[in-house]
């Protein structure tokens, strides 16, 4: 209060500045000096400014409370809001959720998301436009020995004979690590196939290790196949092949954690725990504010489950569990997806959000010419909220300024999807690994049919126990790629093929020493954390190379200093039944591309593109 009226009457003029220790001292002597004219306008000044304060906070209430909170408390859920939310998210989902296989629906799925939002936050660049499902069924031509197409006719005819399948938590954990960092419509296909051949959790823990390789093959990220398979196995040995219905049972199983445990849990019976994935926190960060990345551990880990928890018991806890969650998590690959508005007629919970108000009382201050004391409120209480981050409010607050101009300060509809775009904040990002490779491509011809030469992943590690072509790391840096020499990559590629063919039939020893072609492109492959640049050395074996039948097409490699590696001669078909990943994929399509395009008649002389070499 001394330094409000100090700094007050310092801004007066000269015959209203007043004796500031008499006011503050009710000096009865010194205040015989002031005016009385002098103390009604100071007064009439003062109530004007605490008048205009009083509005500014009533104008802008929830920007306030926003930008002053200092506790993990202010995000959570008031009883009655809670239940308006479950009640308004429930009845969306039942009315218009997507119809999917391990949901218990009948076909036909419509597994994308691009019919539910009219329109798209221009300000994500970053999101990619989502493909029909029906673009994952369409016929391409066939350009190589993989024949995609016929895969993906198979896949077709399944889903036309499919019938609506029974909810079961074998069924339901197939899918839920399936979808984890993978589109819904991808997964469609993928889970038809996978439930037709192991519609059992017995049938899956019997497949051998390339047959769950063959029918994961493209969906990346294949560690989750091996969990899944060897997870399969524990609960047969140990539970008798069925999965248990508690949380910390269900975790004490390969490959689940407490998302996916809890997914099971409330989906198939009926348990109230909450499930929080990315989907969630972006729709929790967007209801409550919260400044922070979806990633982040006191988020995704800890109190996100807590706010999410107060959705599930909302309503008495009266409302199915598991459909409270397969609403938030559609939710937020529908209308709150990155790319969501906020601002859309159809979503259920537009007037929840608080992403949206703040935005739009960002924009009045604006018009009203109160922002620069609207800033002022977060100066005044240092962010100390658990929930979100140290810096988190004002990078909010500067994502909303930045993404609209002067005129559009005026339309709140505007205002409202800069305010959904700002939250969640974004996650540092990371770089990734640069891995320069060294790939040999070597084909044999066996009556017609052409075999290559595979080597087999070790057990650990990246793409663990897949098929690849012979290659070996030449340089592998965080940033950018280093340039390495073709007789550097030369070198450890012969030394590699040595190793593995050391016990390999005598035509293959003598294919590997015929001249070999450096294709000039590398082939570039990325994945979610490193990227992979292939330089391709092809050799097409000779004549006097062909396939002896006699000979054993498949032997192990003991290598110096390496774990044994199996290696083997597979056709396009024999590489179908094991699976091989969308890199060995690619590498295949172009070697198969070039090979044709050299082996038709050309008037030049030479080609230039490709060198030849010996081993």
Same mark, same amino acid.
């Given at each position: ?25 009710? @000096? ?55 239940? =308006? ?20 629906? %009948? ?85 038809? +196939? ?12 019997? %497949? ?82 919260? %400044? ?19 959705? !599930? ?33 159809? @979503? ?11 935005? !739009? ?52 509809? !505007? ?105 000039? =492109? ?23 190379? +062909? ?32 699976? !091989? ?11 198969? &591309? ?5 082996? &038709? ?15």
């Amino acid at each position: 209060y001394h330094y409000t009226v100090a700094s007050f009457t310092r801004s007066l003029p000269a015959r209203w500045r007043v004796d500031r220790l008499a006011l503050l001292t009710n @000096d009865k002597r010194s205040s015989s000096l002031v005016s009385r004219t002098s103390l009604d306008s100071l007064q009439i000044s003062m109530a004007k400014s605490n008048e205009r304060n009083e509005k500014i906070n009533d104008d802008y209430k929830s920007l306030k409370e926003w930008m002053c909170h200092d506790d993990a408390s202010y995000h959570k859920f008031t009883d009655e809001e809670a239940s =308006e939310i479950q009640t308004a998210l429930v009845g969306w989902y039942r009315k218009s959720r997507r119809k999917l296989p391990w949901r218990g629906d %009948a076909p036909p799925y419509n597994g994308s998301t691009a019919g539910f939002s009219q329109m798209k936050n221009t300000d994500d660049s970053k999101t990619k436009k989502q493909k029909k499902i029906s673009k994952y069924f369409v016929k391409k031509e066939v350009t190589n020995g993989i024949k995609e197409e016929a895969e993906k006719k198979l896949v077709e005819n399944e889903c036309n004979m499919s019938m609506a399948q029974e909810v079961t938590p074998y069924g339901v954990w197939v899918s839920e690590i399936m979808l984890q960092q993978t589109r819904v419509e991808a997964v469609i296909p993928y889970y038809l +196939k996978w439930m037709k051949s192991f519609p059992t959790v017995f049938a899956l823990a019997e %497949a051998s290790e390339d047959e769950v390789n063959a029918h994961w093959a493209g969906l990346g990220f294949y560690r989750r196949a091996r969990m899944l398979h060897s997870g399969a196995k524990t609960v047969v040995k140990c539970y008798n092949g069925e999965l248990p219905s508690s949380v910390p049972e269900l975790m004490k199983i390969n490959g689940i954690g407490r998302y996916t445990a809890s997914a099971i849990a409330s989906t198939a019976y009926n348990v109230p725990v909450p499930v929080v994935d990315g989907n969630v926190c972006r729709v929790l960060s967007r209801l409550k504010g919260i %400044a922070n990345n979806i990633k982040a551990p006191i988020f995704k880990d800890k109190l996100g489950w807590v706010l999410a928890e107060q959705l !599930i018991s909302a309503n008495d806890g009266s409302c199915n569990p598991g459909e409270v969650n397969q609403a938030l998590m559609e939710l937020g690959a529908t209308f709150c997806a990155p790319s969501g508005t906020g601002m859309e007629n159809g @979503d259920p919970l537009k007037k929840f959000y608080l992403s949206t108000k703040l935005a !739009i009382e960002l924009g009045r201050a604006k018009r009203d010419g109160n922002l620069k004391e609207v800033l002022n409120f977060s100066k005044s209480t240092s962010c100390s909220c658990q929930l979100c981050d140290c810096d988190g409010v004002s990078l909010v607050i500067t994502s909303i300024i930045e993404k609209i101009d002067e005129n559009s300060f005026h339309d709140d509809h !505007i205002l409202g999807r800069a305010g959904h775009a700002a939250l969640p904040t974004c996650p540092p990002k990371k770089k990734k690994r640069e891995d320069v490779r060294a790939v040999a491509v070597l084909s044999f011809d066996c009556k017609g049919k052409i075999k290559w030469l595979m080597v087999k992943r070790p057990n650990d590690g990246l793409l663990a126990s897949q098929w690849e072509f012979p290659s070996v790391v030449v340089s592998s840096l965080v940033g950018k790629a280093t340039e390495v020499v073709e007789e550097k990559r030369a070198e450890l590629l012969d030394s590699f093929l040595k190793d593995i063919c050391t016990d390999a039939p005598n035509f293959v020893i003598e294919g590997i020493r015929s001249s070999r072609e450096q294709l000039v =492109e590398p082939v570039e492959h990325i994945f979610s954390h490193v990227r992979h640049t292939s330089w391709i050395e092809y050799i097409n074996a000779p004549i006097s190379a +062909k396939i002896d039948e006699s000979s054993p097409l498949k032997w192990t490699a003991f290598e110096l200093l390496r774990k044994p590696q199996e290696v083997s001669l597979m056709s396009a078909e024999d590489m179908k039944s094991v699976g !091989i990943t969308a890199e060995v994929k690619k590498i295949l399509n172009y070697v198969t &591309k070039e090979s044709s395009r050299r082996s &038709k008649p050309s008037r030049k002389k030479s080609d230039k593109k490709g060198k030849n070499r010996k081993l």
